[in-house]
Nanobody
Framework: QVQLVESGGGLVQPGGSLRLSCAGSGRTFSSWVMGWFRQAPGKEREFVSAADWNPTNTPYADSVKGRFTISRDNAKNTVYLQMNSLKPEDTGVYYC??????????????????WGKGTLVTVSS
């Protein structure tokens, strides 16, 4: 069993930055592929980024490439999402997720084993 708790969301102006954190429980945290998804109002949940245990494989959605960076600290059982140059269309609830592989977390629909409850990010002036 893995429990995921997100933090770091909030209100930020366009062009600003935020860093999301996701703290995971359990001794096997490093064995999971960790990722981030988001859901804007009235839209489906979409993949943002993921990182394998090393991480050597870090795919990103095209809409966030060059602006968002995923990282993880396995010693702290934590995965991060650094979000820069934020845009109003980045607004949504951001969810942390754990999956057995990059293939599964990026599949459609995503084959995620565990979800966090989400943290709200609002980009507005």
């Amino acid at each position: 069993q893995v429990q995921l708790v997100e933090s770091g969301g909030g209100l930020v102006q366009p062009g600003g930055s935020l860093r999301l954190s996701c703290a995971g429980s359990g001794r096997t945290f490093s064995s999971w592929v960790m990722g981030w998804f988001r859901q804007a109002p009235g839209k489906e949940r979409e993949f943002v980024s993921a990182a394998d245990w090393n991480p050597t494989n870090t795919p990103y959605a095209d809409s966030v490439k060059g602006r968002f960076t995923i990282s993880r600290d396995n010693a702290k059982n934590t995965v991060y999402l650094q979000m820069n140059s934020l845009k109003p269309e980045d607004t949504g609830v951001y969810y942390c997720a754990a999956a057995p592989s990059i293939q599964r977390i990026t599949s459609k629909p995503p084959l995620v084993s565990y979800w966090g409850k989400g943290t709200l990010v609002t980009v507005s002036s």
